[in-house]
């Protein structure tokens, strides 16, 4: 019991002292690149947060307006120690608490490299959150080497495929990747990358600590600024999540404000303009005409004035009675609509 409780004082000790040497490094003389990019330093928080572990059954919000199939690309070379991996299995965890998880909703799977590349688990694997989190708490770090590039085809070729539990083009359903990694590839990622983002790929790249901010750059999709992202440890790599969430879950485009003069429809990531019963949307796609009935008038063949005049009436009456019918339809609609909400 005492060595265990030594060993875990060591291990602290050694993370300490880690994240007080990349602080140092980003105040003195950094990487201007790096210094450049999206920073969630340690050094802009007074108090370190307390350790966290991953717990499988903790649940947490979600974000429910944008549907994502979405693969984590994770570096578990070498140069990250077992207790940063854990950091960023935690970090996982936390994004999947941010989503709408399901067989409808955001689909995730995971993607282990190192010298060699391992699927952990695929879209169509896992549909709730505790089996997710279970999941994530069950990956093993690869140990050596740096292949991003091979990471990110294996990828494309296998977990973006609708065997591996992709939805089909025809669902309309966003394709995102977000890489993270501590080191440089020890390949090319720039062409492979293309070809990912040219697939219909959003790719978002983190980097940590002594991450290559070029490599970063070729693999993410653009604005770069919106896609790349910068730690400088593993300890605060958790600060990201929040961010994300802005960025993955976006908010009903409805809601964001629209130019429907009637009823707005959220459809996925965008939204479709609709009218109320009795009225057409008209060319503009935005805006409601009243709909017109027509009525035939027969022209008496005898000419009588009488009839003719009691056609028109009978004209005028149908199309009076079709306008306020309508607007009762249209009263009723907002009522029970009214009453849904409450």
Not at 33 to 55: D, E, F, H, K, V
Not at 209 to 215: C, E, G, T, V, Y
Not at 272 to 292: E, H, M, P, V
Request: glycine content about 6%.
């Amino acid at each position: 019991m005492a060595v265990g409780r030594a060993w875990s004082l060591l291990c602290s000790i050694a993370l300490l002292a880690s994240d007080a040497s990349a602080t140092y490094r980003g105040l003195n003389g950094g990487d201007p690149q790096m210094m450049a990019a999206q920073s969630y330093a340690q050094t802009r928080n007074n108090g370190r947060p307390p350790i966290r572990t991953l717990n499988p059954a903790k649940t947490d919000t979600q974000c429910r307006s944008r549907r994502l199939d979405l693969v984590f690309i994770i570096d578990s070379s070498r140069s990250v120690r077992p207790i940063e991996f854990e950091k960023v299995k935690i970090f996982l965890a936390d994004m999947v608490d941010t989503l709408d998880v399901g067989a409808e909703g955001t689909r995730v799977a995971v993607v282990n490299y190192a010298s060699t590349v391992k699927t952990e688990f695929f879209l169509k694997d896992h549909f709730n959150k505790p089996e997710l989190k279970k999941a994530i708490s069950r990956i093993e770090p690869l140990a050596a080497g740096t292949m991003t590039g091979l990471a990110i085809k294996t990828a494309v070729n296998e977990a973006f495929t609708e065997q591996s539990g992709a939805r089909p083009r025809s669902k309309n359903i966003s394709k995102v990747a977000i890489i993270v990694t501590d080191g440089r590839p020890q390949d090319q990622v720039e062409e492979i990358s293309a070809s990912a983002r040219a697939s219909g790929i959003e790719i978002y790249a983190v980097g940590v600590d002594r991450a290559d901010m070029k490599s970063l750059q070729q693999m993410a999709s653009i604005p770069l600024e919106d896609h790349v992202f910068y730690v400088e440890t593993y300890g605060v790599i958790e600060k990201l999540t929040s961010k994300f969430r802005e960025t993955l879950c976006g908010l009903d485009p409805c809601a964001m404000g629209n130019d429907c003069e009637h009823i707005c429809v959220n459809s996925n990531a965008s939204f479709y303009c609709k009218c109320r019963n009795g009225y057409i949307l008209n060319a503009d796609k935005k805006t409601c005409s009243q709909k017109q009935v027509k009525v035939e008038v027969v022209e008496d063949p005898c000419k009588c004035e009488a009839r003719l005049a009691f056609q028109k009436q009978t004209q005028a009456a149908i199309q009076q009675l079709t306008a306020k019918m309508a607007d009762v339809s249209g009263r009723i609609e907002r009522l029970e609509n009214m009453l849904g909400r409450v």
